[in-house]
């Protein structure tokens, strides 16, 4: 709230010839804190220090119910988009030993592809040493040198 005492919103209120008061005013809840079934009773500014601070209470009690909806709504929405993301995780429909069955499948190819690429890796070393050389007699040729082995 943005009055922290009474004192301070009778002030404020006085000052600006306000008087409906603040941001207290207006509040639907009555001041003895017992519910109100009629909702056209509307709350004047508190005259009295008591009737200040009930109607502080109120708001407070009120701002902290709905910061506890907020929170209870994001804590809630945050657990589904887990348990969203958990479900959808590779393996959540299969046993452990159906895990391990593709554990071992995906080891033996990660196996043969990296033999494939060690022989695609040497074979493009020997592609190289030959494009170099044929480069280099080509190069020879065309400049007229002789190349000493």
Do not use: H, W
């Not at 709230?1 to 603040?22: M, V």
């Amino acid at each position: 709230l943005s009055f922290s005492d009474y004192g301070e919103y009778l002030a404020t209120t006085i000052k600006n010839l306000q008087p409906a008061g603040s941001n207290l005013a207006g509040r639907r809840n009555p001041l003895e804190g017992e519910e109100n079934d009629d909702d056209d009773k509307i709350l004047a500014a508190p005259l009295r220090r008591d009737e200040y601070i009930k109607l502080v209470a109120n708001a407070e009690r009120d701002e902290d119910t709905d910061l506890v909806k907020r929170l209870a709504s994001t804590v809630l929405e945050k657990s589904q988009a887990v348990d969203e993301s958990v479900l959808n995780l590779p393996g959540m429909g299969r046993t452990k030993c159906e895990q391990m069955t593709l554990i071992g499948r995906l080891l033996e190819e990660n196996r043969e592809t990296e033999c494939e690429l060690a022989k695609a890796l040497a074979e493009a070393a020997n592609l190289k040493n030959e494009v170099r050389s044929l480069l280099r007699e080509t190069t020879s040729k065309a400049l007229g040198i002789e190349e000493e082995l």
